[in-house]
DNA sequence: TTTATATAGAACATAATGTTCGTTATCGTA
DNA sequence: TACGATAACGAACATTATGTTCTATATAAA
């Protein structure tokens, strides 16, 4: 990718976020996109079409650290190996503290939908293995269940003031739904 | 109100219900609806400031059903006193069940944000009494978690071939959740 | 029947979207 | 460092949807 491009992308990006954190998505227009990254309005269509592919954009930028599995920060090395699935959610709560600033705009207002549609895509892929059949309950119903009350947990984590560790949320978690 | 008003309101709400179920929120003008419900431009805008305040007063009208004490149908009518907490729960979703044709368009696409946010606002104050302080667990996650688990379960279960009863939903309900 | 008011519908102003194209600046590479 | 490719610029334009205004007409309530 040209230098020029990654530089763009990455302005289109900044100058993104940074709305988002002033003012919803719905009234957001790209030609205010155009001015806080100040750039050329052709130069903004030649990257996407339109602003709900920024969003996903966006959103598959931030998810793409989220869950991958290197390591960031020191202090949550020790839960990168995830043998648990226990260890894993806690691995993903850490991702998700250090991305915590791009997140929060997009967890409110109209782009929330969009932002819970795609996190909780790779939720489900993450969480399926480790749903276990149980007596009567549907096991798609259990992993809907298990996955949003993954992101309700996630939204209400950095919804507050934050002065909840990965390590508790994860222990918040795990004691409110019985299917885990 | 004037009975015109009744006709025209109504129309409207019945043209933006059909268009829901045929296109996406966003994708639906105010001219769609306007020509959907065969009425005039000013007359719309004499009724709804925009589209937004539409969805808005169709969902107000949706829940004043569901979280309403009347009994509709007869088979639930052993449900209505709502003595325990589980009671009440199954009442609500024989409710959602009598209006289902409308609630469905309104849960997926771009105004699931809104409709849910509406949900979520009359579900906390019905299950706030009910949710009780836990050991470690604060009382607000505990509320957040319970209500945003049962519209994940009203979702589950209205955007399937809706095989199941109220009562073996409230029953998959409580037997996911800790907390209650 | 009368009075008030809701609706129809055309015309208009406004605002945002998305496209086009000639020019300029910057990149990667020979 | 010079050259060819291509990205960005930015003005101009077409298109589309929004929301307003106004007069004539139809319908409701009394």
Redesign the interface.
Known sequence: MDRRQRKTRNAIFTAFSALLSKKTYTSITVQDIIDEADIGRSTFYAHFETKDELLKALCTDIFEHVFSEEVMSEEHHDFSHHSSFRDKVTHILYHLKEKQQDIRGLFS??C??VFLRYLKEYLYRVFDEHITA?D???H???L??AV??FS??I??WLKGQNGYTPEQMA??YF?????L
């Open positions: 207002g109209e929330g939908e149980e009567n309950i549907p798609d119903y259990a809907d269940i949003s009350c309700e947990t939204r209400w222990g918040y004691d409110s739904i019985k299917i």
